[in-house]
Structures are given as C-alpha cells and as structure tokens.
T-cell receptor, first 111, second 114 residues
Framework: RKEVEQDPGPFNVPEGATVAFNCTYSNSASQSFFWYRQDCRKEPKLLMSVYSSGNEDGRFTAQLNRASQYISLLIRDSKLSDSATYLCVVNTMAGNTPLVFGKGTRLSVIA | ETGVTQTPRHLVMGMTNKKSLKCEQHLGHNAMYWYKQSAKKPLELMFVYSLEERVENNSVPSRFSPECPNSSHLFLHLHTLQPEDSALYLC?????????????FGEGSRLTVL
C-alpha cells in the first residue's frame, strides 16, 4: 500500500456543485495532515490543515478519520476558480523529513 | 517581493551541459528543500537543509549536487543529466523540518534535458 493515496481524477463538476475528495494514508502513527492546492503550472500552496475535530474554512471542510486512516476535503458551491489539483500531505512522523505528498486529485469546475 | 524565488524559471540543457538552479527565500526560515515533480508522480523530496546542514538526501543520483551557502540561499547544480531528469524542480522553505510548519514553495524551475 502506498504511503499516501489519492484518486487522481479528474473530477469534472458544474459550478455550484458539492464535491468531495478522499485521501488514505498507510502509517497509523501519522500525526498531522494538510491539503495543498496546486494551480496549473504553478507551485503548491497550503489550503488548510486538517484537525482531529475537523475544520471548516468558508466553502471548504476538512475531516480526519483516524480509525479508517483517511482524510477528506469537501468543497461546497464550487467556483470556476476552484479548478486545480488538490494535494494530500501527511506528516508520517518518520525520519528526518516526514512529510509525504499524494499524487493529487485534479478538479475541473465547468460553467 | 515573493517569499521564495527561483531562477531560472525555464531551462533547456543538453546531457553534457553543466547548469545550476537557484533558490532564495525571504521568509526568515531555517529549512530549505528541493523537490522534483514529474507528470503523474507525487512530489519527490530530493534534499533538505536545516540550518545550512544537509539532513536528507533521498538516494538522489550524484549528477544532482545541492549547495546551501546560507539559510536564505539554495542551489542545485546539474551535471550530465539524462532525459528522464526533465521535470519541474521546486524549492521550498519552512520553519523547522519536522513537518509541523507550512511549506512555502517557489514557482519552480522547469527543466528539459535533450
């Protein structure tokens, strides 16, 4: 099992739709989790951290399920500007540099 | 002025050339990284420097040689590359390396090896 797995997509959704991505991780000792966003031909940028209790930032909600070892990102009322690749990042707590990136899930929001 | 700047943004080189990628961070961070991003693959960590000391070298071929002269600058020296080394090379910085702080990325240097 890969350390961090994501469905690559693409997810093609109409404006206004709600879309959810999941990300699974293999190391049960992992402690912190993040979603990064990467626009086409741009660098990744932190979208939000994922807390144990779940957290919300506007239209974005992130949740953590430790028992099943996955995190999720929910986007409500999708905008055209949400089109990007969403990278799941897990702090595995292993080694000197424990952050592991998933391959990313591509989202296209269509007018 | 952006937090992490990389030059050049695009580079085309032959397999016998020697070139260097440069990264500069203006955020006062103490850790800097080189990542490689290839199509359909996750970001691959190449090198990490913490307080100018290399703390990670993920079995990267010796044709890639990093240099960190101070906490604000990071270089990646390239020599005798292969076509499969063509990728986007991303520099990042953070405060600490234990994965608790946000990574700030530069815009990347897109490398094509002919």
């Amino acid at each position: 099992r890969k350390e961090v797995e994501q469905d690559p997509g693409p997810f093609n959704v109409p404006e206004g739709a709600t879309v959810a991505f999941n990300c699974t991780y293999s190391n049960s000792a992992s402690q912190s989790f993040f979603w990064y966003r990467q626009d086409c031909r741009k660098e990744p940028k932190l979208l939000m951290s994922v807390y144990s209790s779940g957290n919300e930032d506007g239209r974005f909600t992130a949740q953590l399920n430790r028992a099943s070892q996955y995190i999720s990102l929910l986007i409500r009322d999708s905008k055209l500007s949400d089109s990007a690749t969403y990278l799941c990042v897990v702090n595995t707590m292993a080694g000197n540099t424990p952050l592991v990136f998933g391959k990313g899930t591509r989202l296209s929001v269509i007018a | 002025e952006t937090g992490v700047t990389q030059t050049p943004r695009h580079l085309v080189m032959g397999m016998t050339n020697k070139k260097s990628l440069k990264c500069e961070q203006h955020l006062g961070h103490n850790a800097m990284y080189w990542y490689k991003q290839s199509a359909k693959k996750p970001l691959e960590l190449m090198f990490v420097y913490s307080l100018e000391e290399r703390v990670e070298n993920n079995s990267v071929p010796s044709r890639f040689s990093p240099e960190c002269p101070n906490s604000s600058h990071l270089f990646l020296h390239l020599h005798t590359l292969q076509p499969e080394d063509s990728a986007l090379y991303l520099c990042a910085s953070s405060q600490g390396t234990r994965g608790h702080g946000e990574l700030f990325f530069g815009e990347g240097s897109r490398l094509t090896v002919l």
